[in-house]
Nanobody, 121 residues
Framework: QVQLVESGGGSVQAGGSLRLSCAAS?????MGWFRQAPGNEREGVAS????????YYHPSVKGRFTVFHDAAKTTLYLQMNSLKPEDTGMYYC?????????????????WGQGTQVTVSS
């Protein structure tokens, strides 16, 4: 069981930045960030394969968000710049020991509790 704890959420005005962190109890093969706004389905935001650093992004965040991990590959980050009100939601960290479609929530068996991001206009 991989345990995940997110931090770094908060409230920011449009155009601002936030960095989310996710501390993992052990290294995973793939780690990702998902978000869910009220009334919406959970959607994949960004993911990274820890072996080679390959990253994947939702089209709506490409060029604004960056996913990366620390040298030990047990802390995942999401740097979010140029934030928009539509980025508002609960952000979840996820991990899997196997591969798959890494922006799809079903690929991940391990989840954190989430951290809230609110962007005001």
């Amino acid at each position: 069981q991989v345990q995940l704890v997110e931090s770094g959420g908060g409230s920011v005005q449009a155009g601002g930045s936030l960095r989310l962190s996710c501390a993992a109890s052990e290294k995973a093969r793939v780690m990702g960030w998902f978000r869910q706004a009220p009334g919406n389905e959970r959607e994949g935001v960004a993911s990274i394969w820890t072996a080679d650093g390959s990253t994947y992004y939702h089209p709506s965040v490409k060029g604004r968000f960056t996913v990366f991990h620390d040298a030990a590959k047990t802390t995942l980050y999401l740097q979010m710049n140029s934030l928009k009100p539509e980025d508002t939601g609960m952000y979840y960290c996820a991990a899997t020991r196997v591969g798959g479609r890494t922006l799809v929530s079903d690929a991940y068996p391990y989840w954190g509790q989430g951290t809230q991001v609110t962007v005001s206009s």
